[in-house]
């Protein structure tokens, strides 16, 4: 069966970085687009940055430019490097596999996700 765990969030300050991991059981990385999503308070869980198996990368326009997404597949992890965060990324962040281009769909079933929280 399938797991995802992710890791890594936590409380950060406006313009601060932090780095999220999820690693995964199995070898569902090897040939599959991944993908980091996100749910905030009272919103709906929303796509936010997908990277193919041979490592293209999108993102959502409004973490362009701030958010970079990267795999190891020898590790079967992604990670996510968010730089410059702003208060409105305060949420829980979850990874999945992805349906890649043009929706980054998720596709199978979520780990526990991440809280990450952006306050002074």
């Known amino acids: 069966q399938v797991q995802l765990v992710e890791s890594g969030g936590g409380l950060v300050q406006p313009g601060g970085s932090l780095i999220l991991s999820c690693a995964a059981s199995?070898?569902?990385?090897?040939?599959?687009?991944m993908g980091w999503y996100r749910q905030a308070p009272g919103k709906q869980r929303a796509w936010v940055a997908g990277i193919t198996s041979g490592g293209r990368t999108n993102y959502v326009r409004s973490v362009s430019g701030r958010f970079t997404i990267s795999r190891d597949d020898a590790k079967n992890t992604v990670y996510l490097h968010m730089n410059s965060l702003k208060p409105e990324a305060t949420a829980v962040y979850y990874c999945n596999v992805a349906a890649g281009w043009p929706g980054w769909g998720p596709i199978g079933p979520w780990g526990q996700g991440t809280q990450v929280t952006v306050s002074s």
């Open positions: 199995g070898s569902i990385f090897s040939g599959n687009a």
